[in-house]
């Protein structure tokens, strides 16, 4: 029976090793996906919690990327279709933060680029991560990437077209005849 014990101990503390350093990129992540604090710590809790009953069986060479999976399916569990087939174009800002920016795009692109920009994972691991090809993460990633771009762009423009002072927009009416 001390025997088990030892061993569960053991392997507690090699998870504990391996995964409490991928803590913040977890909830980063996780804060993409669910869009709120409260529901990224929830993810994130429970995700530690599969991976701690999984580890024994982990046979992988890097453990964020798989981590980071785990974190996905959660967070598709939680959030049902609305996180899977999310379609929306992203909405415009007059004073938007790329933070923003990116919260606005469509999961799939959000989800890419959040790995990519924010967590750093190469383009295999966010292959993994989201059992994608890596072909398709890189067109996301072009994808995503192009939406940031036009959207910032569209903002700054807005930004800079608006009056000083100005609460309402201008209209302009045709003279009727």
Known sequence: MMRSAKAGNKTAQQFRDAALPCLDDAYAFAQVLMRSEADAELAVQEC???ALREFDSFRGPAVRPWLLAILKAVCQER???RLAGENAMPEQRDSATIRQLVADLPAPLREVIALREMIDLSYKEIAEVTGIPVTTVMSRIAEARALLLAA???ANKA????????SKPVVYRANAC
């Open 159 to 166: 930004t800079q077209a608006k009056p000083a002072g100005a």
């Open 152 to 154: 910032r762009r569209a």
């Open 79 to 81: 959030l049902g279709p």
């Open 48 to 50: 530690y919690l599969r």
